[in-house]
């Protein structure tokens, strides 16, 4: 990276820290610190990802009418997704027009990280509407649940890294590729936890070498960059969903 990029980049997450310090110093109830930690970050990733990419908060649903629990970040493609699902206190995603749903945690303890996983599942259970016409012989890959991925701040209960990586080994042994997450980040801790080639297992990766400190402005990139590249092979829904979603009695007509 050149010089210039680095320091732009590094001002940039000077930026996005001050102003999550500003905010937890304001609001005590750790409720709040949550949502203003999720608007930061959204709002961030509204600048950062292609236009193509639009950022906002709510329940997937798939075309049998099953919920996923609440997500704090989803990304989905707007010209997909109709307006219609929009609702007065949740937007409702239809899930096969989803790129990825992002769990936001201020501090990642063992009850957080059980949550975030439990959340990820909900979404990768979602029933995906297939091709409408598979290609004999193609070895194109259809549509995909979204990306179920983890950004946590910190892990201040949780100091060792050893401890964090068996804290997630515990709640995913066992659990299938599919429904496990596919990225994460605790970011003042410098870590990057994604699945390496051929391995079944959410690997944690420093993005520090001993004696060295941890430099948020690496981590966040390394994070971004990670994150733009699964997105970019992340393939949704284009066909007209109406039908799947309504049924085809809904949308019949008759002679007059």
Known sequence: MSDFFQTYYEGITKQIQAELDHMNNLITHMGEKGRANENIIRDFLINFLPKKYDIGTGILIDRKGNPSKQCDIVIYDKE?????????????????????????????????????????????????????????????????????????????????????????????????????????????????????????????RRTYVDGEQVIVSHTLLNFLKRLYEKLKTKKIQTETILFHYFGEDFLKDYDI
């Open 80 to 204: 997909y997704h109709p307006d219609y699902f929009g609702q007065k206190s949740t937007i409702l995603f239809p899930v096969d027009v989803v790129y990825a749903i992002i769990e936001v945690k201020t501090s990642l303890d063992q009850g957080e990280i059980k949550e975030s996983i439990e959340n990820i599942v909900s979404v990768k259970k979602l029933d995906i509407i297939p091709n409408a016409i598979p290609i004999s012989g193609s070895h194109t890959q259809g549509p995909k649940p979204p990306l179920g991925i983890i950004f946590a701040f910190d892990s201040k209960n949780i100091k060792r890294l050893s401890t964090i990586e068996n804290n997630f080994k515990k709640h995913l042994d066992g659990m299938e590729r599919k429904y496990q997450p596919d990225l994460g980040i605790i970011l003042r801790k410098g870590i990057i936890m994604y699945h390496e080639p051929a391995k079944s297992q959410l690997k944690l």
